[in-house]
């Protein structure tokens, strides 16, 4: 039997871009795509939802990292308008494009995990399998028949 998944673990697996349920198989099939279902284990990922939650949170990480260090940059070393430019639009596009999918999966994994949206049912099914001990099925084939 699988052991639960802690919400650690499966924010964990969301931000690694995993499969939240088993941590095998990949959560995206493209850049912000999300898979229908796990190639590993076959969990369902249609009900997710993220939506634009992902890229408020990171415009709110990026922000919160970039404007102090620019303006510890600014403080300590005034340069000029034209390389402070060319410095951070650089840092923040690369730092915004670089945590949007880890950020988008942990989202993922946090609705998976605390049944949000239409992951009711999969926790419910989680949660019984759980309380009987049986183990959940581990392909497609057994999910089908």
């Not at 999918?101 to 419910?124: A, N, S, Y």
Request: glycine fraction near 8%; proline fraction near 8%.
């Amino acid at each position: 039997m699988n052991a639960p998944v802690s919400f650690s673990k499966a924010l964990w697996r969301g931000f690694t871009m995993k499969c939240p349920n088993c941590g095998q198989g990949h959560l995206f099939g493209r850049f912000l795509k999300v898979v229908e279902r796990c190639a590993a284990c076959g969990e369902d990922y249609t009900p997710q939802r993220a939506d634009d939650l992902p890229a408020y949170l990171v415009i709110a990480i990026v922000g919160h990292l970039v404007v102090p260090a620019l303006l510890a940059v600014e403080m300590a070393y005034s340069p000029p308008a034209w390389l402070q430019l060319l410095i951070w639009v650089p840092v923040t596009g690369l730092a915004a494009l670089l945590l949007l999918q880890p950020v988008k999966g942990t989202i993922v994994g946090l609705q998976w995990q605390t049944g949000m949206h239409g992951f009711e049912d999969t926790r419910h099914r989680r949660d019984q399998e759980a309380r009987v001990g049986v183990a959940p099925p581990s392909d497609l084939k057994e999910l089908m028949s």
